[in-house]
């Protein structure tokens, strides 16, 4: 949910911050600046890796309660930013801490889950991804457009409530706790150059590649979605609150998409193959990323109901 806020909400947060750092609201610059914060945002997201050697340290419990405090508290104060650039330091510290939540995510499920339902059991994970931005949209429909983007970044703050219940209701993987006993734990550069090594070096790059090509196709296309959807909006005589409401609405179909590819993922992956099914998966992105930003965006009559289907499918392709 907290990943997804700072895109419903950039165009009006960016609209009053802008002029408060001395520059100028202008389409062009809510475009940069609005661009300039989800980089920050990703480059934090990156740095992430550094949770790594923690959790192998401190363990998974305690890098998890770390990692969902930091972007609580760093989405939460962007309720509070006076201007731009702190709200980029504080988008960059939330990627950083959301980052580290989902590595942790995947560590658990790779740990404790058998590897006959461990593809099933990721895809059950990751849509839990997509029915946070799916609340998060329903939160903006009605508290957003009622309160504004601030109260939104509030919201945002609310999963800090959860470290309670990690504390004393998840408890580390047994395999950590075998492979710490007998190891002690790994250095960080031990660690990351293992996966460089003869065994693991092709699989690394290969699937580095992969994961970039997605994360450049999916978030440059639906981290866009709610401004897209607005413009198209007000095109059509939606003013307002109407034109953020369909923003809105248009992020649940995004996330209503991809929550049922996530869902289809791990039974066509038994089924086809995983190669084959991710082939088929990057064809149905790639396609409706084409029609929809490509094609249906810039329609001269239906634009924005086009333009709506093809978010749907875009869905089912990013998960």
């Not at 799916?134 to 508290?143: D, E, P, S, V």
């Not at 991710?278 to 810039?298: R, V």
Request: aromatic share 16%; with cysteine.
């Amino acid at each position: 949910m907290d990943s997804f806020i700072y895109a419903l909400v950039m165009v009006p947060a960016l609209r009053e911050l802008l002029p408060r750092s001395g520059i100028p609201a202008t389409p062009e610059n809510l475009g940069y600046y609005g661009g300039l914060l989800f980089a920050l945002f990703l480059v934090g997201w990156g740095l992430s890796l550094l949770w790594g050697p923690v959790a192998d340290r401190f363990g998974r419990v305690n890098t998890l309660m770390l990692t969902v405090a930091c972007y609580s508290l760093f989405t939460f104060l962007g309720a509070v930013a006076t201007g731009v650039w702190p709200l980029a330091a504080f988008r960059l510290l939330a990627g950083v801490g959301i980052g580290g939540e989902w590595s942790m995510g995947g560590t658990f499920v790779a740990e404790e889950w058998p590897e006959d339902r461990r593809k099933m059991a990721a895809g059950v994970m990751h849509t839990g991804y997509y029915f946070g931005i799916f609340l998060a949209a329903i939160a903006n429909y009605t508290i957003g457009a009622a309160w504004g983007w601030r109260a939104m970044f509030v919201l945002g703050g609310t999963p800090a409530l959860l470290v309670g219940f990690i504390r004393y209701g998840v408890v580390e993987p047994e395999r950590w706790r075998r492979r710490r006993a007998q190891t002690g734990g790994s250095s960080m550069g031990r660690a990351f150059f293992m996966l460089f090594d003869e065994r693991f070096r092709r699989r690394t790059v290969l699937n580095s590649l992969y994961i970039l090509v997605s994360i450049i196709g999916l978030w440059a296309g639906s981290v866009y979605v709610p401004a897209g959807v607005t413009f198209l909006a007000t095109r059509a005589g939606y003013a307002g609150p109407r034109a953020a409401r369909l923003a809105s609405f248009a992020t649940m179909l995004l996330s209503t998409g991809t929550i049922l590819g996530c869902l289809a993922l791990p039974v066509l992956a038994e089924r086809l193959g995983r190669r084959v099914t991710l082939g088929l998966y990057f064809l149905l992105m790639f396609a409706f990323i084409l029609l929809g930003f490509g094609y249906a965006f810039y329609l001269e009559r239906g634009a924005l109901w086009a333009f709506l289907v093809c978010l749907f499918f875009l869905g089912v392709g990013g998960a």
